[in-house]
């Protein structure tokens, strides 16, 4: 009996030595980032505009990324607008980032700027814009999908 126990508690333990021997490999679009956070995105005003204030109103946000282990040459940010029934513009080039750290401030002008048939009067209670971001490697990998942890796109709200 003692026997069973004792070789019972061998074999856990090798099974334990054996599952902890390698570590887990990284998705290779996350090969040579810093576990995939490299983008950081501060949004550093409010998201929900109240629709009286729209015109003094803005979107200000920091970017930041660490490129150290695989170079970007930019950060494109792109928008589009969502009618609070669902429909969606096609996604939109607002601006793009080649340095780190940097800022920026868009009015909501500057947002509906180059959505086809879009005014800032049109926009009505529960209208948003998405705000999306694209890293662009120096090695030609594209990465605009990211982890729920680590996504830095943002959605811009309006109410009554």
Known sequence: MKTRYITLVIALVAICFVSCDEDEELPEFLDGTEFGIL???DVTSGTDIILSDIS???ISFDVTYDDTKRPVTSIVVQKSFIAADGTASEKVEQMTVTTSPAS???SIS???S???GLAVGDIADGDSFSINFITNYADGLVVDNYGTGVN???SVVFTE
């Open 56 to 58: 003094s109103s803005d």
């Open 39 to 41: 983008l950081q995105v």
């Open 114 to 116: 180059g959505i086809s």
């Open 152 to 154: 830095p796109n943002f």
């Open 110 to 112: 500057d947002l509906v």
């Open 104 to 106: 920026a401030t868009l």
